[in-house]
């Protein structure tokens, strides 16, 4: 098999290696079962490593979003009864 290939098109890796060593497709088919056995998990790494864990942090990050929603609300409840109150003071210096 890699008498068909130009291996010299690919990047010098270690099964592309393995091929240039290679004489016999036995070889070859030993090599392949090795890299499937070798190969890690594509794409991006785990967070938490277990499921608990996640649902613990997820658990906190929720408790700290409503903690900074109840705080914005209580903020907004203050400013509107400032404004209320400047409303009204407005009002009587208005009517003297």
Not at 14 to 22: Q, T
Not at 31 to 54: F, L, N, P, S
Request: cysteine-free; charged content about 45%.
């Amino acid at each position: 098999m890699s008498q068909n290939l130009d291996l010299g098109e690919f990047k010098e890796t270690a099964i592309i290696k393995k091929l240039k060593k290679s004489k016999s497709n036995n070889n070859l088919k030993n090599i392949d079962t090795a890299k499937t056995e070798t190969t890690e998990k594509r794409g991006r790494k785990q967070k938490y490593a277990t499921v608990e864990e996640r649902n613990e942090a997820r658990k906190k990050q929720q408790k700290a979003y409503r903690e900074r929603k109840k705080k914005e609300v209580q903020s907004m409840k203050e400013k509107i009864k400032e404004y209320e109150n400047k409303e009204v003071s407005h009002e009587e210096k208005g009517s003297l």
